[in-house]
């Protein structure tokens, strides 16, 4: 991943399926904002595959590799959640989350068997996931006369920072969205437009 972007999915992918001696395993990725949003996103799954006896899950969010959890829902210690987040990770995708449903085939398939499955399921899924780049920001407050607003708009525009809020009143303030590696190099560049000032936000 590069310092200022990461990888994530465009859209809920389309149910895949693995079998393995009779076992189904039914695969899907959704994209995912908020850890809260989970239980919402698998309830559908419980109604779609009534004879599904386990719903194993990971998912992860943000840039950084500390905000995850997998899920066994039930089958054997870290024979279902970790294999899905292996491919996760392999994958190296975040703000998603990844569900494999399974409809047990009357065989065992043994904790080695379960891992593998689970695994080979994740990454179906995933291989079938459209990608994208989210680009990672910082904000960088700008403050200017009427005057400069041309001078402003210029910069911003050559640089295609995103404009993320602005206040017009005597005087004029604007919050930009630019690269979080290029924060401070912003507010250096601004601060040299007299009588323009930039400071960077948290």
Sequence with gaps: ??????????????????????????????PLNDEQDVPGLIAP?????????????????????????????????????DPILSQVNAYEVSDVLVVVSR???????????????????????????????????????????????SQVMRFIDANNYTIKQQELTHTCRMIIAVPQSQQEEVVEEVNKMYPITGVAVD
Aim: with cysteine; aromatic share 10%.
């Design 1 to 30: 991943m590069s310092a200022d972007s990461y990888l994530t999915i465009t859209e809920a992918t389309q149910e895949v399926l693995h079998k393995d001696r009779g076992s189904k395993f039914y695969g899907h990725v959704f």
């Design 103 to 149: 409809i047990f085939g009357g065989t065992k398939l043994g904790v080695g068997g379960l891992i593998q499955a689970y695994r080979e399921a994740a990454r179906l899924s995933l291989e079938s996931a459209r990608l994208m780049r989210r680009l990672i920001t910082s904000e960088v407050q700008i403050d200017f006369e009427y005057a400069q607003m």
């Design 45 to 81: 799954l419980r109604n779609k595959y009534p004879k599904a006896g386990h719903h194993c899950y990971a998912w992860k969010l943000g840039a950084g590799e500390d905000h995850y959890r997998s899920n066994d829902d039930g089958e054997p210690n870290h024979s279902a959640g």
